[in-house]
């Protein structure tokens, strides 16, 4: 059979890549337009689970339990979809124990998975291939009238545009962590070495795909 000109083997092939886009934008909430680095290049697997991820755990000192640590999920971006900077920036409330604690004491970190973005496949979230990042230091308020707060405004509502109709009496305001510290498991042997600088400034960032 052929539809104006395309042959029934096409048009199965055709059929069968938009079903599979469709489950993927469904189960993941978008494409993957650039694959997992290799294991090898640390600063381009770092940059890259930050760019792709949309949510993680952000963790701060509770002032409501004495110090001890309080984890709690969050969205965040880092610039506009794939085009990322690095730097996470989130859209919170004082409602919300987290953003009032880093008010209180900035000492912050967002840890983050390759499990969401679905290229583990099978493999367990705690796997060493399985890549993971944390990313510690200060969860800082991002001045409401700045250029920042400008891009931070474009950076999470690009990617979560249910966030320009939350609430506007619970008093969100944007908020970045500024990185000292990186933690990266993306193989087997323990932590990959990885500076701020590397990761923020490196020339040498190619997110070619390996999967």
Request: net charge negative.
């Amino acid at each position: 059979m052929e539809v104006r000109g395309v042959s029934s083997h096409h048009l199965i092939c055709f059929l069968f890549v938009f079903v599979f886009l469709e489950v993927s934008i469904f189960a993941h909430g978008r494409l993957l337009l650039e694959g997992k680095p290799d294991p090898d290049n640390a600063v381009a697997t770092a940059r890259w689970l930050v760019s792709q991820n949309y949510w993680g755990v952000l963790s701060t000192i509770s002032n409501d339990m004495g110090g001890a640590p309080f984890g709690n999920v969050v969205s965040f971006s880092d610039g506009l979809p794939d085009q990322g900077r690095g730097i996470p920036y989130f859209y919170l409330t004082t409602l919300d124990p987290t953003a009032r604690n880093a008010l209180k004491d900035q000492r912050s970190s967002l840890t983050i998975s390759e499990y969401p973005i679905g290229t583990c496949g099978t493999t367990d979230p705690e796997n060493p291939t399985c890549a993971k990042l944390t990313l510690t230091g200060k969860l800082k308020l991002v001045h409401r009238d700045s250029s920042e707060a400008e891009f931070a405004e474009h950076a999470l509502f690009s990617k979560h545009a249910e966030m320009k109709d939350w609430p506007k009496d619970h008093n969100f305001e944007f908020y970045r962590l500024e990185i000292e510290d990186l933690f990266l498991i993306d193989w087997f042997g323990g932590p990959k070495p990885l500076t701020v600088d590397k990761y923020l400034h490196s020339s040498e960032i190619q997110l070619a795909s390996v999967v």
